[in-house]
């Protein structure tokens, strides 16, 4: 019997992360699947940090990454380079995840090669072109161009459903983003060591979280959306910064992303604060942000995969994005969207930290993102198959 040839492609941190156990899980079967691995490198120095924590070594690495470059540099990069790892590695399967231009061009140019692409968290919608963007439209042009789509949750389903997609290419398997946090913490609380290297970790790049008590609680800020470049951001720092005057017991910490149009803002409005609960950071590596998020109270993110893990983690999420692809999460009540409205973002702070029964209610709610076995169940069905 043949081995099916796999190779499995992603270019930025949120990519490597929902990639790490499907490949694992993959490599679990090596007298069924050869699998390679190919990193753009669409996010270098981020992406490096996931590779490490995973032990994954790529097979090809496009290294495309250079300082400012924009999504013509990057998609038509991808797309030219990735027709010779194709050429060599011969796939039988391609398989790209989520949202990007590697993502993108990736499935484009399989689809060139006539090679079948199978996309990891298919369906995901807001139907609103240039919201996310462009990542809305980068996932209405992957659903056209694969073979297998495997939605993360029912409503992922119905959408792709509705655009006429062939419901026995659909396959529902949770977000496996739900199977790398769970990996990740089983490491982190098994090892005190590990545990303790990363409280320096964070201490060293200018938090002390030794700091928090039942007394100081954490709050806990990403943002990076390009749509919310400009006002929405100069909004989103306004509001924190009246927050953290409000509730002086509670720390505001905001590692901030490397892209001048958010720390512009950001260290602007933010960085001459007098309040001295507020914590400017530079980007933490993956273990370290989890193990914040951990310990945090609320988190206020405009990231995708942030709502998903903070479901899993039982954290009240507050979305600072006007539409979001994961409703979910609304639904099942751990996220609220506030868009990037500053006195929306204040009163929804304000409730959560004052009304402990709409805090509770938000923390015991059931995530609806999976139970950790979305990559088990992908690989199965290839197995299944044979």
């Given at each position: 019997?043949?081995?099916?040839?796999?190779?499995?492609?992603?270019?930025?941190?949120?990519?490597?992360?929902?990639?790490?156990?499907?490949?694992?899980?993959?490599?679990?079967?090596?007298?069924?699947?050869?699998?390679?691995?190919?990193?753009?490198?669409?996010?270098?120095?981020?992406?490096?940090?996931?590779?490490?924590?995973?032990?994954?070594?790529?097979?090809?690495?496009?290294?495309?990454?250079?300082?400012?470059?924009?999504?013509?540099?990057?998609?038509?990069?991808?797309?030219?380079?990735?027709?010779?790892?194709?050429?060599?590695?011969?796939?039988?399967?391609?398989?790209?995840?989520?949202?990007?231009?590697?993502?993108?061009?990736?499935?484009?140019?399989?689809?060139?090669?006539?090679?079948?692409v199978a996309h990891i968290e298919a369906g995901l919608r807001t139907n609103n072109r240039y919201s996310p963007w462009p990542e809305e439209i980068n996932r209405q042009i992957i659903a056209r161009l694969v073979t297998y789509h495997f939605a993360p949750t029912n409503w992922a389903k119905e959408n792709l459903f509705k655009e006429n997609i062939n419901e026995n290419q659909i396959?529902?398997?949770?977000?496996?983003?739900?199977?790398?946090?769970?990996?990740?913490?089983?490491?982190?609380?098994?090892?005190?060591?590990?545990?303790?290297?990363?409280?320096?970790?964070?201490?060293?790049?200018?938090?002390?979280?030794?700091?928090?008590?039942?007394?100081?609680?954490?709050?806990?800020?990403?943002?990076?959306?390009?749509?919310?470049?400009?006002?929405?951001?100069?909004?989103?720092?306004?509001?924190?910064?009246?927050?953290?005057?409000?509730?002086?017991?509670?720390?505001?910490?905001?590692?901030?992303?490397?892209?001048?149009?958010?720390?512009?803002?950001?260290?602007?409005?933010?960085?001459?604060?007098?309040?001295?609960?507020?914590?400017?950071?530079?980007?933490?590596?993956?273990?370290?942000?989890?193990?914040?998020?951990?310990?945090?109270?609320?988190?206020?993110?405009?990231?995708?995969?942030?709502?998903?893990?903070?479901?899993?983690?039982?954290?009240?999420?507050?979305?600072?994005?006007?539409?979001?692809?994961?409703?979910?999460?609304?639904?099942?009540?751990?996220?609220?969207?506030?868009?990037?409205?500053?006195?929306?973002?204040?009163?929804?702070?304000?409730?959560?930290?004052?009304?402990?029964?709409?805090?509770?209610?938000?923390?015991?709610?059931?995530?609806?993102?999976?139970?950790?076995?979305?990559?088990?169940?992908?690989?199965?069905?290839?197995?299944?198959?044979?």
């Open positions: 019997m043949s081995k099916t040839r796999v190779l499995i492609i992603f270019g930025t941190r949120p990519e490597a992360i929902k990639m790490a156990p499907l490949l694992k899980e993959f490599q679990k079967y090596p007298e069924h699947f050869e699998t390679f691995v190919c990193a753009t490198g669409q996010h270098r120095q981020m992406l490096d940090q996931v590779l490490s924590i995973f032990d994954i070594k790529p097979d090809f690495d496009m290294n495309i990454m250079l300082p400012n470059q924009d999504l013509y540099d990057i998609f038509t990069k991808v797309l030219l380079k990735i027709r010779d790892v194709y050429k060599t590695v011969k796939p039988d399967l391609v398989f790209v995840q989520g949202d990007t231009s590697t993502s993108t061009a990736s499935a484009l140019a399989a689809f060139f090669e006539k090679i079948p396959i529902v398997t949770g977000n496996t983003v739900i199977d790398a946090l769970r990996m990740i913490l089983k490491r982190i609380n098994e090892s005190n060591e590990l545990s303790n290297s990363i409280i320096d970790q964070i201490t060293d790049n200018g938090y002390d979280i030794r700091r928090l008590s039942d007394n100081r609680r954490l709050i806990l800020i990403t943002g990076h959306r390009r749509e919310n470049f400009g006002s929405g951001f100069e909004n989103i720092c306004k509001a924190i910064k009246a927050s953290a005057e409000n509730f002086p017991g509670f720390d505001f910490l905001y590692p901030v992303h490397y892209n001048p149009n958010v720390r512009e803002s950001v260290y602007r409005i933010l960085g001459k604060s007098i309040n001295k609960n507020i914590f400017l950071i530079d980007p933490l590596d993956y273990l370290p942000f989890i193990y914040l998020m951990q310990k945090c109270y609320i988190l206020l993110s405009d990231s995708g995969g942030i709502q998903e893990e903070a479901s899993d983690l039982g954290k009240p999420v507050l979305v600072m994005r006007n539409v979001t692809e994961r409703p979910e999460a609304l639904q099942a009540g751990t996220t609220e969207l506030v868009g990037t409205d500053k006195d929306k973002i204040i009163s929804s702070i304000s409730r959560l930290i004052l009304d402990k029964n709409h805090y509770v209610n938000m923390t015991k709610k059931q995530n609806p993102y999976g139970d950790g076995k979305a990559s088990v169940r992908i690989v199965k069905y290839f197995l299944d198959k044979e």
